[in-house]
């Protein structure tokens, strides 16, 4: 009998998803998320290694004490398991999952219904992620299907999936408190760690056909400003020590990205005390410079108002509200920012402009000459965002900039926001950049097309001008625009 078998046999006793060994931790068995110790002391990789290799197939014992992701399947005389682990930068991990009744685990996954605990659910999963893709969708009497370079299609040959393999695939990966929201309101959200590989922001919803989901992949490495093509007007509102900047944007246009890009930016760059308040936590920040304290809605905290008031009496130097969804929540932000602290946050909307307005359209008329005053002071920039597919495969973002100076100031005072976009024209010398002018750019370095383009512009008609001013033809004419 291999060492490992006594610790295999625990997963089929007591119906646990999977056996997780990690370098420097104890062993742990894994249920519905819930981890129980099951060694009293951490293990080493060397421990590890030594159970890898007893059991690996000949062409897999090569690669154990290697750099990189390895997996087989292991016949245990209590069950077939798959056997999963990674190794990188001297820590290693490995997981014991039970088989689902696959021949071969590195070929295409068995039917959801087949599944034994987060096994089936993880394959697609790592099928999504070898495609590349940001989102994979999973509704009942659809196939699973995948986004990608902002495209929908199916991940596969996969048959459609039914109201009860969805319930199998999503209640093991979903904390309990979020399983009870689900079954209260029919919707929830939550994140997923495919443990050394990625994460997943999750959200579960009921339709008219039955279960839902959908689950956007989170890069385990936050990308760099640099590879985001952020610059250096919209770096330097990172080195602010007080006031109020947004990331705007439709969903799915790459905010939360931008923002943790910025936000890893200050970690490596100043000493502060950074407070998230995120629904649920996306990225995770590595060591650096920075305290950063992260805190997810319902599970942290009872919602975002609560959390960016307590906030104040935690002593940050900087604050992220994840989203600022409401009345309340946006006015507690701005006088965050108001009383000395640096202030990132989101709001669904297309442009700087409109975002301005739709934070002062958000209060009762009688408050809203006061909140534009608050604005005109706090505001330090806007950064307005869109997604392109890009001509090679994959997506690139266009960054609008708006940054609040005097003139700026005044309009929004003035109740004179439909001026800002001119504004914007006229500074371009210090860093202001208009969505077209951002979408003009990507166009010059061949990285998008002009139809790509025109379709991401929100003011269609200058954008067709500035494309004939600039010798660019389209393919075909676009429909009528009603800009």
């Given amino acids: ?280 936590i996306e990225f995770v920040y590595p060591k650096g410079k920075c305290l950063i304290n992260q805190r997810q809605v319902g599970l942290h905290t009872e919602g975002f108002k609560r959390a960016l008031r307590a906030a104040l009496r935690e002593d940050p130097d900087i604050v992220l509200v994840g989203e600022m969804r409401d009345l309340e929540t946006v006015k507690i932000a701005l006088e965050t920012a108001e009383t000395g602290h640096l202030v990132f946050g989101t709001l669904h909307t297309n442009t700087a402009a409109s975002t301005i307005d739709r934070i002062i359209d958000q209060f009762p008329a009688d408050e809203q000459c006061q909140v534009r005053t608050m604005l005109s002071e706090s505001l330090k920039g806007v950064i307005a965002q869109t997604l392109c597919r890009k001509i090679e495969g994959g997506r690139v973002a266009a960054h609008e900039l708006l940054i609040v100076n005097s003139a700026v100031a005044n309009l929004i005072r003035e109740a004179k926001t439909f001026q800002i976009p001119s504004i914007m024209q006229t500074g371009r010398g210090i860093g202001m950049m208009t969505m077209n002018d951002a979408l003009l750019n990507l166009l010059k370095k061949k990285l998008i097309t002009p139809e790509e383009a025109l379709g991401k512009s929100v003011s269609k008609t200058e954008f067709r001008m500035s494309l004939e001013r600039h010798g660019i033809k389209l393919n075909e004419t676009p429909a009528a625009d009603p800009s």
């Fill in 1 to 280: 009998m291999a060492k490992i078998d006594k610790f295999l046999q625990k997963i089929f006793q007591t119906g646990s998803d999977r056996l997780i060994m990690t370098s420097g931790k104890r062993a742990v068995l894994s249920t519905g998320g819930k981890e129980q110790p099951v060694t009293t002391q951490p293990v080493n990789v060397a421990q590890i290694q030594d159970l890898l290799l007893e059991i690996a197939p000949h062409d897999k014992k090569e690669v154990v004490g290697q750099p990189g992701q390895y997996r087989f399947r292991y016949d245990s005389p209590s069950g077939a398991v798959n056997v999963q682990w990674a190794r990188n930068n001297g820590s290693l991990q490995v997981q014991f999952l039970p088989d689902c009744g696959r021949e071969n685990p590195e070929k295409t996954p068995t039917p959801p219904a087949a599944a034994a605990g987060t096994a089936a659910i993880d394959a697609l999963f790592r099928r999504m992620i070898d495609m590349n893709c940001s989102d994979l969708h999973l509704s009942s009497g659809n196939p699973p299907l995948v986004r990608k370079d902002g495209v929908m299609a199916p991940i596969g040959t996969d048959a459609p999936i039914t109201t009860e393999e969805a319930r199998k695939l999503f209640r093991p990966i979903t904390p309990d408190r979020n399983w009870k929201e689900f079954q209260e309101t029919h919707d929830t959200d939550f994140a997923y760690e495919l443990t050394g590989i990625a994460r997943f922001r999750c959200n579960l919803f009921q339709d008219r056909t039955g279960m839902g989901g959908v689950f956007r992949q989170i890069p385990t490495r936050i990308p760099t400003a640099e590879e985001l093509g952020l610059n250096s007007h919209i770096l330097d509102l990172c080195n602010l020590s007080k006031g109020l900047v947004l990331v705007t944007g439709p969903t799915g246009s790459g905010k939360s990205t931008t923002l943790a890009a910025m936000i890893s930016y200050i970690h490596q760059s100043r000493a502060e005390h950074i407070i998230t308040i995120e629904d649920p």
